[in-house]
């Protein structure tokens, strides 16, 4: 089981909308998930299509009681869809850190943690959704999770918080002994601008490995799946949101295979077999008894048709191109007789930049 607390303590930069659209992501890919919302403002819980006024219980009966909590993380959990649990918050949980602040009472930054541990329930996921402050409730947040994202705007004011949030997880680490993986995502990114590309350029320059692969552009199709209360996987699989939720959940799945798979990778290495422990080949069809001419380009091959792909064509029309691709989300389209065309047997797309559309593979 994964626990991962997504915080930044300031708003507006994309925590909620991460935490609902990744789970989402992780879910449909068949992991089973586990939403924890513990921001009194409860947005998450609204992400997730749950009305918090009309929760009977919260996660303020997990955490409010000293010694003995009213309820199991379980037993408040409300499945919203298959693989897909959510804890509730409220704005009773406001309430809950002022109480326990002036009680001074005692292992309040480990009731979460407590309560993760007594889960009956394995998830292979727990996603905390964190106030937009490092408070108590933040604290617990932090003390449960084993890895932290911090979603991060592409501009210069919300990068000047960061160090101070950094040094805030280096002091619990230092503290309590407990060891924190933090990465950071880049978020509501308008690549039309050259400010949000230096912007971008200089997160990647200054926190270097700590920053994902994967960047979250500006899309409106996010906001109205907040609005339904869904995550974007459930309302558009072919809008730029969605394809930056997957590749960022593919890119946390297969950073911790190759966190356990060192030693493997190593042994491939010296065996001059890399490669294929890391790719693996691709096979692209295109069936056509007209077509003279057949070329493959996308992202992975820097869209020069053909490069880097092999070709192989059948009697009947069918044209197949096998390319190598580790795991990851491509945009592709074919070449054919001078023109471009999507893949008319792949139903997943998106707009392209620089116009038409683009088909999507997602390779796991």
Known sequence: MRSIAVMNQKGGCGKTTTVVNLSGCLAIEGHRVLVIDIDPQAHATLGLGLDPEAMEENLYEVLAEA????????????????????????????????????????????????????????????????????????????????????????????????GKLLETIGLLEDRVGHQLSVRILPTLFDGRTRFAKRALAEIRETYKDLVFDTVIRQNVRLREAAQRGIPIAKLDKRCYGFVDYMSLALELLFDRVEQFEDEAIAAAIENEETEAAAEKGVVFTFKSDKAADVQLAGDFNNWVPDKDVETRQAPNGTWEKIVRLGPGVYQYRYFIDGDWVPDPSNPRSVEGPAGGVNSVIIIS
């Not at 406001?94 to 329930?121: C, D, I, M, N, W």
């Not at 727990?126 to 979603?151: K, S, Y």
Request: charged content about 25%; aromatic content about 6%.
């Open 67 to 162: 010694e003995i909590a009213r309820a199991g993380l379980d037993e408040i959990a409300v499945a919203v869809d298959e693989n897909l649990d959510v804890v509730p918050s409220g704005v009773i949980l406001a309430a809950l850190e002022q109480k326990l602040v002036a009680e001074g009472a005692k292992g309040r930054t480990e009731r979460l943690s407590r309560a993760v541990a007594q889960l009956p329930k394995p998830y292979d996921f727990i996603l905390i959704d964190c106030p937009p402050n490092v408070g108590l409730l933040t604290f617990n947040a932090l003390r449960a999770a084993e890895e932290v994202i911090i979603p991060l705007e592409t501009s210069y004011y919300a990068m000047h918080g960061v």
